[in-house]
């Protein structure tokens, strides 16, 4: 008998109470746009205006340990946005090998740049011992009309 | 008059129903706004200064010398050859030599474009032992 009151008194229960409380559904969503909102990560540095060179074997390059390294057709070079010569990229990179040991260097360079500027910056990022470098690419659309 | 007062009251609350659907609009254009960063690259670790003293003997018969020029042209051991064919002809020479190392030799003139290029494709032919060098 006991156990028969139970059930009845639990079917009646769901039959009241069958609708979903809509209420809060509008502060949840606040809640979701301020969270957004406030993780959005913004661009850090305009850096220079770089046309990357096409590759297929590109990877993607985690962005927390990077540290870029824009380098334009002239060979000018910026660091954190400001425009160093190629003989200071080796202190500016000590300083931030230092602090954190796992540094990737991204060579963001236009692909019209001379080679020697880049090499000069491999040589010069050897000399503190960034050796995690990454030549930053665009993923290639058409593999048949690279470069 | 119980109903008089009953209708001033509705006419003073705001409506609140659609708040959700606004929040949600601007949730989802929030959502599909926000460019996430992909940076792609070619990753590569340089050698550290203190293994330039330490020298590896490797025989000249498993070298490969990919060279870019002055003029953008390419050379595979002396041979001229096109990006788009370098990628075979690395594979068959890795085929035949397991042990094969790939110099990527490039002229301090070259485009630094040019370079890359070579590199993408060392990458896509599997050649896992490739030494970046600067012409003198």
Do not use: W
């Given at each position: 008998?006991?156990?028969?009151?139970?059930?009845?008194?639990f079917?009646?229960?769901n039959?009241?109470?069958s609708?979903?409380?809509?209420?809060?559904?509008?502060?949840?969503?606040?809640?979701?746009?301020i969270?957004?909102?406030?993780?959005?990560?913004?661009?850090?540095?305009?850096?220079?205006?770089?046309?990357?060179?096409?590759?297929?074997?590109?990877?993607?390059?985690?962005?927390?340990?990077?540290s870029?390294v824009?380098?334009?057709?002239?060979?000018q070079?910026s660091?954190?946005?400001?425009?160093?010569?190629?003989?200071?990229?080796?202190?500016?990179?000590?300083?931030?090998i230092?602090?954190?040991?796992?540094?990737?260097?991204?060579?963001?360079?236009?692909?019209?740049?001379?080679y020697?500027?880049?090499s000069?910056?491999?040589?010069?990022?050897?000399?503190?011992?960034?050796?995690?470098?990454?030549?930053?690419t665009?993923?290639?659309?058409?593999?048949?009309?690279?470069? | 008059?119980?109903?008089?007062?009953?209708?001033?009251?509705?006419?003073?609350?705001?409506?609140?129903?659609?708040t959700?659907d606004?929040?949600?609009?601007?949730?989802?254009?929030?959502?599909?706004s926000?460019?996430?960063?992909l940076?792609?690259?070619?990753?590569?670790?340089?050698?550290?200064?203190?293994?330039?003293?330490?020298?590896?003997?490797?025989?000249?018969?498993?070298?490969?010398?990919?060279?870019?020029?002055?003029?953008?042209?390419?050379?595979?051991?002396?041979?001229?050859?096109e990006v788009?064919?370098?990628?075979?002809?690395i594979?068959?020479?890795?085929?035949?030599?397991?042990?094969?190392?790939?110099?990527?030799e490039?002229?301090?003139?070259?485009?630094?474009?040019?370079?890359?290029?070579?590199?993408?494709?060392?990458?896509?032919?599997?050649a896992?032992r490739?030494?970046?060098?600067?012409?003198?």
């Amino acid at each position: 008998m006991g156990a028969l009151g139970v059930a009845l008194d639990f079917r009646r229960r769901n039959g009241r109470g069958s609708a979903i409380p809509t209420a809060a559904t509008g502060d949840i969503a606040f809640l979701l746009l301020i969270f957004f909102m406030v993780t959005a990560i913004f661009v850090k540095e305009t850096g220079l205006v770089v046309d990357l060179p096409r590759a297929e074997a590109g990877e993607r390059i985690k962005q927390d340990l990077v540290s870029n390294v824009y380098i334009n057709k002239r060979g000018q070079i910026s660091i954190d946005d400001m425009l160093v010569s190629p003989q200071d990229v080796s202190a500016l990179m000590g300083q931030k090998i230092a602090a954190n040991s796992g540094l990737i260097v991204a060579i963001k360079a236009d692909q019209e740049t001379p080679y020697r500027v880049v090499s000069d910056v491999m040589d010069e990022l050897k000399e503190v011992s960034a050796l995690r470098v990454s030549f930053n690419t665009m993923p290639d659309g058409n593999p048949g009309r690279k470069y | 008059m119980i109903m008089k007062s009953r209708r001033k009251k509705m006419i003073t609350g705001i409506e609140l129903v659609s708040t959700s659907d606004v929040a949600f609009l601007l949730l989802i254009f929030f959502i599909v706004s926000t460019a996430f960063v992909l940076d792609m690259g070619l990753p590569l670790l340089l050698p550290a200064k203190e293994s330039a003293r330490q020298v590896l003997r490797i025989r000249q018969s498993n070298v490969a010398t990919l060279k870019v020029n002055a003029d953008n042209g390419l050379t595979l051991d002396g041979k001229i050859i096109e990006v788009d064919h370098i990628k075979v002809a690395i594979a068959q020479r890795l085929q035949a030599q397991p042990q094969l190392v790939v110099v990527l030799e490039t002229h301090p003139d070259a485009n630094y474009g040019m370079m890359v290029a070579c590199l993408d494709e060392l990458k896509l032919s599997d050649a896992r032992r490739v030494s970046l060098k600067t012409s003198r």
